[in-house]
Each structure stands twice: as structure tokens, then as C-alpha cells.
């Protein structure tokens, strides 16, 4: 059984910073591709970042040049820094394969980025 916890959420003022952890179990991590997703009230979730088992990245438009995400094999997790957080980064952020798998979203993490 496939379970990810996410961690690292909180309120950040615009400009700060944060950095999400996922830690996955039931998988074979370290062959797998890894996203970052989120989500806000009354939208589609969206991926915004993504890394494969050998560590080549994407990331979506809108936080390219802030965001990394990195992955440590041997600790099966898969982190996020998120740097330079905008108002417009406010979501729950999860974590999941990529493509994703329906029935393994975790809890998510919540991110409020506001003054």
C-alpha cells in the first residue's frame, strides 16, 4: 500500500521561504519519477515540479527559478524549496508519482503565503 506524507506547510510572509518533505513508503522509490502537486479551492490540482529516479527535472512556468525540487533515494523522500513564495503560491501541496496514481494522494501540506 502506497502512502506519502507531506510535510514542511505553514504561513510565510511574500518573499520568504519554505521546504516541503515527502516521505513515501510502499513503493519502489528510487525508480520512480516524483511530482510536487498542489491545489487551491475551486482548481484542477496542478504539478509543479517533477523529478525522475535520475534526477532530471520540470517544473511549471510559474515557479521556475524559485522552486527545486530533489529527491534522497536512500530516505525514500522527496523534498521542495520553495523560495521567493508569492501570495499566488497559496495551496495544499502534495506530493505523488508521476503520473500520478488516484489512489495514493496523501494528506497534503498547507502553504499560506500572505503579509
Known amino acids: 500500500q502506497v502512502q506519502l506524507v507531506e510535510s514542511g506547510g505553514g504561513l510565510v510572509q511574500p518573499g520568504g521561504s519554505l521546504r516541503l518533505s515527502c516521505a513515501a513508503s510502499?513503493?519502489?522509490?528510487?525508480?520512480?519519477?516524483m511530482g510536487w502537486y498542489r491545489q487551491t479551492p475551486g482548481k484542477q490540482r496542478e504539478l509543479v515540479a517533477r523529478?525522475?529516479?535520475?534526477?532530471?527535472?520540470y517544473y511549471a512556468e510559474s515557479v521556475k527559478g524559485r522552486f527545486t525540487i530533489s529527491r534522497d533515494n536512500a530516505k525514500n523522500t522527496v523534498y521542495l524549496q520553495m523560495n521567493n513564495l508569492k501570495p499566488d503560491d497559496t495551496a495544499v501541496f502534495y506530493c505523488?508519482?508521476?503520473?500520478?496514481?488516484?489512489?495514493?494522494w496523501g494528506q497534503g501540506t498547507q502553504v499560506t503565503v500572505s503579509s
Open positions: 505523488n508519482t508521476f503520473p500520478s496514481s488516484s489512489g495514493s
Open positions: 523529478i525522475t529516479s535520475g534526477g532530471y527535472t
Open positions: 510502499g513503493i519502489i522509490f528510487n525508480s520512480r519519477t
